[in-house]
């Protein structure tokens, strides 16, 4: 933790931090260091994935970094529409089974809300499950977000926590020593608690590296570095600066439309993913998915079908049954002796 700085007997400012301390023999034992080249460990929690490729796990750090207005903040939250729903969102995969923290220290509420709000419309959302857990700081010092990020990290019942933005973790982003400082406390934070951590961090504007001491630091510590760069034609490209336990994923672009409060990507077809609710696909569609889902099985019971229509639609639960309400209000479903089945005389 940071402390205040004091002056030494010249008057001079010493370093505004605690100093670790040198190891002595007679406290530590450094055989807990040891590491037993033929320990076989459990399976890596890998949380996140892009195209297949493991960006980040538990115990690490994965830096998402991109000058203002690159759209970090939407690739932020779109890794968490992805935690929260189950599925990709803007080509994300994340795997959690506890909470996903957001540490907000850059916007105002109305934004914050803007972009929570805009993140539920992606996920077919009508409300943020309680497992999304929102802190907006950007009132407090750098010694409490501190302090809070400590807290958040030593509640077992959070398991990815994500800092936008990470600067405002450090006073000086140039001072090598505070950032030494905020490092190890983050290692140590790592070491002793079972959570990832994703900090979005600006890159200067000059240059295409994350910016200062700050930034260098944790491009070296972290899992992997994620870049997202704005385009002349109005897309992002998320790109790979560094996969330290995969190899890099193939870059691509996204470009959001803010008319339809949505995106479209350059390395998938767009239609599924513009198509959030029911009532945007045609019946023609419709049938094409019922026929595959009744082929299995001919009758479900609406939990099953909830289940069936969330694997072949590729959506949230949420949509399914939305979508299963729907469906009977359309007459491409009836209910026959409690089952669910089609509708005899529909064409297929």
Same mark, same amino acid.
């Given at each position: 933790?940071?402390?205040?700085?004091?002056?030494?007997a010249?008057?001079k400012? $010493?370093?505004? *931090?605690? +100093?670790?301390q040198?190891?002595?023999?007679?406290a530590t034992?450094?055989d807990?260091?040891?590491?037993?080249?033929?320990?076989?460990l459990?399976?890596?929690?890998?949380?996140?994935?892009? $195209?297949?490729?493991?960006?980040?796990?538990t115990?690490n750090?994965?830096?998402?970094?991109?000058k203002?207005?690159s759209?970090?903040?939407?690739?932020?939250?779109?890794?968490?529409?992805?935690?929260?729903?189950g599925?990709?969102?803007?080509?994300f995969e994340?795997?959690?089974?506890?909470?996903?923290?957001?540490?907000? +220290?850059?916007?105002s509420?109305? %934004?914050l809300l803007?972009?929570l709000?805009?993140m539920?419309?992606?996920?077919?959302?009508e409300?943020?499950p309680?497992?999304?857990?929102?802190?907006?700081?950007?009132q407090?010092n750098v010694?409490?977000?501190q302090?809070?990020?400590?807290?958040?990290?030593e509640?077992?019942?959070?398991?990815?926590?994500?800092? %936008?933005?990470?600067?405002?973790l450090?006073?000086?982003?140039n001072d090598v020593e505070?950032t030494? /400082?905020? =490092?190890?406390?983050?290692?140590?934070?790592?070491?002793?608690h079972?959570? /990832?951590l994703?900090?979005? =961090?600006?890159?200067?504007?000059t240059?295409?590296?994350t910016?200062g001491?700050?930034?260098?630091?944790?491009?070296?510590?972290?899992?992997?570095?994620?870049?997202?760069t704005?385009?002349?034609?109005?897309?992002? #490209?998320?790109?790979?600066a560094?996969?330290?336990?995969?190899?890099?994923?193939?870059? *691509?672009?996204?470009?959001?439309?803010?008319?339809?409060?949505?995106?479209t990507?350059?390395? +998938?077809?767009?239609?599924?993913?513009?198509?959030?609710?029911p009532?945007?696909?045609?019946?023609?569609?419709?049938?094409?998915?019922?026929?595959?889902?009744?082929?299995?099985?001919?009758s479900?019971?609406? +939990?099953?079908l909830?289940? /069936?229509?969330?694997?072949?639609?590729?959506?949230?639960?949420? *949509?399914? #049954?939305?979508?299963?309400?729907?469906l009977?209000?359309?007459?491409?479903?009836?209910?026959? %002796?409690?089952?669910?089945?089609?509708?005899?005389?529909?064409?297929f």
């Amino acid at each position: 933790m940071l402390a205040k700085g004091k002056k030494n007997a010249g008057g001079k400012n $010493q370093p505004a *931090f605690e +100093t670790i301390q040198p190891m002595n023999d007679q406290a530590t034992n450094i055989d807990i260091f040891l590491l037993n080249p033929n320990i076989e460990l459990p399976p890596e929690n890998i949380i996140l994935t892009i $195209q297949g490729k493991t960006v980040l796990s538990t115990k690490n750090v994965s830096v998402i970094s991109g000058k203002p207005k690159s759209r970090k903040s939407v690739v932020a939250h779109s890794i968490i529409g992805s935690a929260i729903s189950g599925r990709s969102v803007l080509g994300f995969e994340t795997k959690i089974q506890n909470n996903v923290v957001l540490i907000d +220290t850059e916007q105002s509420h109305h %934004d914050l809300l803007r972009s929570l709000n805009r993140m539920k419309s992606l996920c077919s959302m009508e409300i943020i499950p309680e497992k999304l857990k929102v802190y907006s700081v950007r009132q407090l010092n750098v010694q409490q977000i501190q302090s809070l990020l400590k807290l958040l990290c030593e509640d077992v019942n959070n398991e990815l926590i994500i800092i %936008d933005g990470a600067l405002d973790l450090i006073n000086n982003m140039n001072d090598v020593e505070e950032t030494k /400082a905020i =490092i190890d406390l983050i290692k140590k934070i790592l070491v002793e608690h079972n959570v /990832a951590l994703i900090m979005i =961090i600006h890159q200067s504007k000059t240059t295409n590296f994350t910016i200062g001491h700050f930034g260098s630091y944790f491009d070296r510590f972290s899992q992997s570095v994620i870049d997202v760069t704005k385009l002349e034609n109005g897309n992002s #490209k998320i790109s790979s600066a560094m996969m330290r336990s995969d190899g890099d994923f193939k870059p *691509f672009e996204f470009y959001w439309n803010y008319n339809i409060n949505n995106y479209t990507l350059d390395w +998938t077809e767009p239609e599924n993913m513009l198509l959030n609710k029911p009532e945007d696909w045609n019946d023609d569609k419709h049938k094409e998915k019922l026929t595959k889902i009744f082929d299995s099985q001919p009758s479900y019971n609406y +939990t099953q079908l909830v289940a /069936a229509c969330k694997k072949e639609y590729e959506k949230s639960e949420y *949509f399914s #049954k939305n979508l299963i309400k729907y469906l009977f209000e359309r007459e491409l479903i009836v209910k026959d %002796d409690k089952q669910i089945i089609l509708k005899s005389q529909i064409p297929f």
